[in-house]
């Protein structure tokens, strides 16, 4: 999310076209409250309605989700727009760090309920490049064998 603060913005359209080659949106006006938005390849101003916000309580693992239907949202604190969420935010660590830890745990939890299925020799079988060889006593990774 970008602060609202560090938002750039823009009063017309001329000077949000200076700033489309780093952003996809730029909200107006320059100072005081976001009312709408330039959009890139558009000469339009739009005005800012309800399915542009964003609550800043929503949970960051919603995301990819709301963000595969909409590009951007500017998220709402309250009565105020505090910021803006963009799909690029989505490869930012501080979002990424939850998704890895739930594949962890998916991959985990798969693990629990194969490993008593899977012997040695099926995962000497495996064509992957690199192979994870496993205690199958205790089901911890051991080594990387190459």
């Known amino acids: 999310m970008t ?11 001329d000077d949000a076209q200076k700033l489309f080659h780093e952003y996809d949106v730029v909200p107006f006006p320059r100072s005081g409250e976001i009312k709408g938005f ?8 739009s ?3 309800p399915e542009h916000l964003l609550s800043d309580a929503t949970d960051v693992l919603e995301l990819p989700r709301l963000l595969a239907a909409q590009p951007f949202y500017f998220v709402i604190s309250g009565n105020r ?3 803006y969420v ?29 490993q ?7 995962l ?9 060889k496993y205690s199958f006593g205790k089901g911890k990774k051991q080594s990387l064998v190459t």
């Open 47 to 49: 005005d800012l309605r």
């Open 3 to 13: 602060a609202a603060a560090h938002l750039k913005r823009a009063d017309h359209n």
């Open 116 to 122: 008593s299925r899977v012997s040695e020799e099926d």
């Open 86 to 114: 963009h799909y690029s935010d989505l490869n930012k660590y501080v979002v990424a760090i939850p998704f890895f830890a739930l594949f962890r745990t998916a991959e985990r939890l798969l693990w629990e309920k194969i």
């Open 81 to 83: 727009i505090t910021g």
């Open 124 to 132: 000497g079988k495996c064509s992957l490049k690199k192979r994870v």
């Open 38 to 45: 330039f959009s890139r390849g558009s000469s339009q101003t």
